[in-house]
């Protein structure tokens, strides 16, 4: 159980990496705060964020003891929905 406890750990955190520094390079290109003049990177990042979260999204719960993964879930999904819908929401609105 530990082991995979700890799998599903380094999974999380390696996709939550991508998905902070992919959303981040969305963000920075919506709001003007790099040289992305053509909005590649607020496509681009905002299609691998969503990717890389929705993995980070699945993968945390397994790193909670089994009797807290009913309400790890939830919480983990609902936090990826808010944030996926302000990703769209920077794309839909440029």
Do not use: E, Q
């Not at 990042?45 to 397994?62: Q, S």
């Amino acid at each position: 159980m530990t082991l995979g406890r700890i799998a599903a750990a380094v999974l999380a955190a390696a996709a939550g990496f991508v998905f902070v520094v992919t959303a981040a390079m969305a963000l920075t290109s919506r709001f003007g705060a790099s040289d992305d003049v053509h909005g590649y990177g607020l496509i681009f990042g905002t299609v691998l964020a969503i990717v890389a979260g929705l993995v980070t999204a699945f993968a945390v719960p397994f790193v909670v003891p089994r009797r807290l993964r009913g309400r790890a879930y939830p919480a983990s999904m609902l936090v990826f929905l808010g944030v996926a819908a302000l990703l769209i929401a920077s794309l839909a609105t440029a």
